[in-house]
């Protein structure tokens, strides 16, 4: 993020990370903040939204990277690795070229969770009649 903002020629003090989705972006005063504020141009393609911060409690989440383990081979599938994330949080990456993939015994994938503690339950994927525990 700071190279993408020093690229546009936004003038900030620092950036800090604040958890889940969340970024704290200081500015050197009010009239460089409002003209960041007032950029959608520029900020559009990297944020949702922006807001300016006036002590509102913002929600506890994190972005938590799950390795799932024991997938059978003819159920990998993009859908069904999103399908397993979608237990644990909103999912936010989930590998698209599976084929070009070397290891299939283990795939990454991000999810947005609103849990502090370490994700490592079991989940079981039914398949015809048979339970695979991922």
Same mark, same amino acid.
């Given at each position: ?16 990370? &604040? ?17 960041? &504020? ?37 159920? &990998? ?58």
């Amino acid at each position: 993020m700071d190279k993408l903002l020093r690229i546009a020629k936004v003038e900030y003090v620092r950036i800090q990370y &604040l958890g889940g989705l969340f970024l704290f972006i200081s500015f050197f005063d009010v009239v460089a903040a409002d003209k960041f &504020l007032g950029a959608r141009e520029v900020w559009g393609p990297w944020f949702s939204k922006l807001e300016v911060w006036n002590g509102q409690t913002l929600p506890m989440e994190r972005v938590a990277w799950l390795s799932l383990h024991g997938i059978p081979a003819n159920l &990998l599938d993009h859908a069904v690795l999103g399908q397993i994330g979608d237990l644990f949080g909103k999912v936010l990456f989930v590998p698209t070229d599976l084929d070009a993939d070397s290891d299939l015994s283990v795939f990454k994938i991000g999810v947005l969770a609103g849990e502090v503690q370490r994700i490592s339950e079991v989940v079981s994927l039914k398949w015809r009649d048979r339970n695979f525990r991922i």
